[in-house]
Nanobody, 117 residues
Framework: QVQLVESGGGLVQPGGSLRLSCAAS????????MGWYRQAPGKQRELVAR???????NYADSVMGRFTISRGNAKNMVYLQMNSLRPEDTAVYYC???????????WGQGTQVTVSS
């Protein structure tokens, strides 16, 4: 079963914006945190942003002030607004959700973000 579905990636010019969306299946009854990792070719996986059930947020230093993570009215929805995009932001972005009961982590399929002229 696919329990995390993400969308919103694409090709954008430097300085542009994209908004990523991630929806967790309601089969996941209770979630502690959701967020995004990204991985670029030849680079290590990097935690980009996360938001907890209590509303606390964390960001990678490289995206601080440019990216904003938020939750929808439905607690199983999360968004990543990406502004002032740079070529070095190019990567596959993976949504994740952490189950509250045992901290099991669910992963999305990934969405490609390419920042280029």
């Amino acid at each position: 079963q696919v329990q995390l579905v993400e969308s919103g990636g694409g090709l954008v010019q430097p300085g542009g914006s994209l908004r990523l969306s991630c929806a967790a299946s309601r089969s996941i009854f209770s979630i502690n945190a959701m967020g995004w990792y990204r991985q670029a070719p030849g680079k290590q996986r990097e935690l980009v942003a996360r938001i907890t059930s209590g509303g606390s947020t964390n960001y990678a230093d490289s995206v601080m002030g440019r990216f904003t993570i938020s939750r929808g009215n439905a607690k199983n929805m999360v968004y990543l607004q990406m502004n002032s995009l740079r070529p070095e932001d190019t990567a596959v972005y993976y949504c994740y959700a952490q189950r509250a009961a045992d901290s099991f982590t669910y992963w999305g399929q990934g969405t490609q973000v390419t920042v280029s002229s």
